[in-house]
Nanobody
Framework: QVQLVEAGGGLVQAGGSLTLSCAAS????????MGWFRQAPGKERKFVAS????????YGADSVKGRFTISRDNAKNTVFLQMNSLKPEDTAVYYC????????????WGQGTQVTVSS
């Protein structure tokens, strides 16, 4: 299995910025689509963004478009989520995930990292 480890979560003031990273144990993730999801307490896990090995990307809810940026460094087997203009409603556990391009769903998940945005 591919192992994913998230980092960079923490407490930030509303309007601030935070960058999450996800490092993979596999030597390469070039054939994988990488995604970020988030889950607030008592809520369903929601799709945030995804990125292909070549840099093509997709964003989920309109609430994150224009504020969040997904990117990846294939040489370091790492994917990032740059979060700007953070709002209290962004508070959630953020999960990194990976799937092969021919898979219908995500196959591998990280342990999650907590992001808390104070008002």
């Amino acid at each position: 299995q591919v192992q994913l480890v998230e980092a960079g979560g923490g407490l930030v003031q509303a309007g601030g910025s935070l960058t999450l990273s996800c490092a993979a144990s596999a030597p390469t993730l070039s054939s994988y689509i990488m995604g970020w999801f988030r889950q607030a307490p008592g809520k369903e896990r929601k799709f945030v963004a995804s990125i292909t090995w070549s840099g093509g990307y997709t964003y989920g809810a309109d609430s994150v478009k224009g504020r969040f940026t997904i990117s990846r460094d294939n040489a370091k087997n790492t994917v990032f989520l740059q979060m700007n203009s953070l709002k209290p409603e962004d508070t959630a556990v953020y999960y990194c995930a990976a799937r092969q391009s021919d898979s219908s769903g995500y196959d591998y998940w990280g342990q999650g990292t907590q992001v808390t945005v104070s008002s």
